[in-house]
């Protein structure tokens, strides 16, 4: 995870791009990797964990009705929460988690897991789902990681050639 995360704080900085996080499965996780870092401060604003729908809600500016109608385990709500902290905090990037690490919660609909990433940017909103297996502690690393990795595409996108 660290190489991951060192990779991808250097392409930011390089990028000069800024981001931020809003994290649900990965309870923080994305941003303790990125600001592990010395220097971090040059592209981290911050993070907004947002475990509860009611957070989701006040903090990230996620809609009533993408919760009552799709969930917080989806891949609108994962978009919302991306787009909503990337205009709170004024970041060029955000990366968003939402799913289901278990052992409890999970349904045919959205079996344990199930994750949702959105990464939002100036330029576009990039969503993923996956399904990872393991205990809770090995879904929200694997998750990690793959938030990590798929920001790390979408710098890749947005600013080829900086690095």
């Known amino acids: 995870m660290r190489d991951t995360a060192s990779l991808l704080a250097r392409r930011l900085t390089a990028a000069g791009l800024t981001v931020a996080a809003a994290e649900s499965l990965t309870g923080g996780r994305v941003a303790a990797a990125l600001t592990r870092r010395p220097g971090s401060s040059a592209f981290f604003l911050g993070s907004v964990v947002a475990y509860a729908n009611e957070v989701k809600i006040k903090l990230l ?4 009705a993408v919760l009552s109608e799709h969930g917080a385990v989806s891949e609108a709500c994962a978009r919302a ?3 909503g902290v990337r205009r709170r905090l004024g970041a060029r990037l955000a990366v968003a988690s939402t ?3 278990g052992p409890d919660g999970g349904s045919p609909a959205k079996p344990l897991g199930l994750v949702w990433l959105a990464v939002a940017g100036e330029t576009g909103l990039w969503t993923a789902e996956h399904r990872f297996t393991g205990d809770r502690r090995a879904v929200t690393r ?3 990681m793959e938030a990590l990795r798929f920001l790390a595409r979408i710098v890749d996108i947005t600013a080829p050639g900086t690095y």
């Open 61 to 64: 500016d996620v809609p009533e």
């Open 81 to 83: 929460m991306a787009q």
């Open 99 to 101: 799913g289901i690490a």
């Open 142 to 144: 694997a998750a990690t």
